[in-house]
């Protein structure tokens, strides 16, 4: 009797009325604290090279040292277009209103997305996932890539999920194809996922071998000026970006080991620092190289030790955050991703016991997003940002098998 009472209530949650009216909410208390913040913004390289475009016509992160390959293109490209129209000061309220203006869509794309798999209902709880999590509401007030990749790589996702259902027009692959190419440009760590996503369409036949083959050659056609510039400016080839063995070393230092790891001292970290400071990315990475060898050569286990301190850091919290018992911090982010962890774990169990082929594709896509930070660096909390909705959503999608089914409220799509 009291489950057949619950059932209107949550079918008026699981509809679009219900769900666009706390996504607007959601949306003006975003914008609300962002104008009681002073539209304040952290910002780190890629505003450097947005503001130098915008003045200088120039990608460059330090006008000192020229052209740069510091970060993927499209985020500055993305600052430097506000920077140009109004200027500095202005720019980063325009800037922060359009990045929660993504944050109001993506939730959008995430129900589309489960409606074409016929998931509605779990689509609505990824949605409701998103757009209440504490993380993802502050985020938006950063000047992060993160911000532009989220909309970019769910609206890739989308797609996917309409070719999924539908075929693909022409029309339609050559989007898909130049999309690919963006999100590409905006964030590395999504090619090997894509690139999976992309084999799951074809062993599926979702799509034909010719087809996957157009789609690979659009993108690689649109992704090439960016590697043609750096070949042009550079004399090198650099398919991404120039941060390499500086990402690795990173790892290494005192400030982001939770294990406390002693891999390098304060001292010599401050010595590497100072002789980098004094020299271009590229000759940097020379710099950064060599001390990566010496760590190594001193320790064989060195980069074991570093991954796993790694994994702490991108599936838990950052150093940074670790030693942080603040109560924002301890409910808005530990207590939460300690929560999220087990939630995926017990989806993770119930999709192995269910569809092995789906587990086994959720492995493999949680270990692209995680792999390439064990070898670098995972010192910020963007890094999980960039792949925690995908983890929402698999709960959302577990919930949706498991409890939605159980109650008998799920309708055919």
């Known amino acids: 009797m009291k489950s057949t009472s619950v059932r209107p209530f949550i079918k008026k949650i699981?509809?679009?009325?219900?769900f666009l009216v706390c996504n607007v909410m959601i949306f003006i208390l975003k914008v609300v604290f962002s104008a009681k913040s002073g539209f304040k913004a952290e910002h780190f390289e890629d505003w450097s090279i947005a503001e130098n475009i915008a003045a200088y016509g120039k990608y460059a992160m330090d006008m000192r040292f020229g052209s740069s390959a510091y970060k993927l293109p499209v985020y500055p490209l993305f600052l430097s277009a506000y920077i140009k129209v109004f200027?500095?000061?202005?720019?980063?309220?325009?800037?922060?209103?359009?990045?929660?203006?993504f944050y109001f869509l993506i939730p959008v794309l995430l129900?589309?997305?489960?409606?074409?798999?016929?998931?509605?209902?779990?689509?609505?709880?990824a949605a409701y996932f998103f757009i209440f999590s504490p993380s993802y509401f502050y985020y938006s007030n950063i000047m992060e890539a993160t911000n532009i990749f989220l909309p970019l790589f769910i609206g890739w996702i989308y797609i996917y999920s309409v070719i999924w259902r539908k075929g693909v027009s022409n029309r339609g692959l050559i989007i898909f194809s130049m999309l690919t190419a963006i999100v590409a440009l905006t964030q590395v760590v999504a090619v090997p996922v894509m690139a999976l996503l992309g084999v799951v369409l074809l062993v599926s036949r979702k799509i034909s071998l010719p087809k996957?083959?157009?789609?690979?050659?659009?993108?690689?056609?649109?992704?090439a000026p960016w590697v043609i510039r750096n070949y042009i400016t550079f004399d090198t080839v650099i398919l991404s970006k120039s941060p390499v063995w500086q990402n690795m070393y990173l790892g290494y230092i005192p400030d982001y080991q939770i294990l406390d790891y002693s891999f390098v001292s304060e001292q010599h970290k401050k010595e590497t620092f100072a002789r980098i400071s004094q020299h271009n990315e590229f000759e940097d990475e020379g710099i950064y190289r060599s001390e990566v060898e010496k760590i190594i050569r001193k320790?064989?286990?060195?980069?074991?030790?570093?991954?796993?301190?790694?994994?702490?850091?991108?599936?838990?919290?950052?150093?940074?955050y670790f030693d942080d018992n603040s109560l924002s911090v301890v409910i808005g982010r530990k207590l939460y991703v300690m929560i999220l962890n087990i939630?995926?774990?017990?989806?993770?169990?119930?999709?192995?016991?269910?569809n092995r082929m789906l587990f086994f594709l959720l492995i493999l896509v949680f270990a692209g997003f995680t792999f390439p930070y064990l070898i670098g660096h995972a010192a910020n909390i963007r890094f999980k940002l960039d792949f925690e909705w995908v983890q929402t959503s698999v709960i959302a999608l577990w919930m949706g098998s498991y409890f939605l089914k159980s109650t008998q409220i799920k309708s055919a799509d």
Request: proline share 4%; aromatic share 16%.
């Open 343 to 354: 939630a995926l774990l017990i989806s993770l169990v119930y999709f192995f016991r269910r």
């Open 212 to 223: 996957i083959m157009v789609v690979v050659s659009l993108s690689a056609l649109c992704y």
């Open 87 to 101: 200027g500095t000061g202005p720019a980063t309220v325009w800037i922060i209103i359009t990045q929660h203006l």
């Open 299 to 320: 320790d064989h286990w060195a980069p074991v030790k570093k991954a796993v301190n790694n994994i702490i850091s991108l599936w838990f919290v950052p150093k940074k």
């Open 111 to 125: 129900i589309g997305i489960f409606q074409n798999f016929r998931s509605k209902e779990a689509g609505f709880m």
């Open 14 to 18: 699981l509809e679009w009325k219900f």
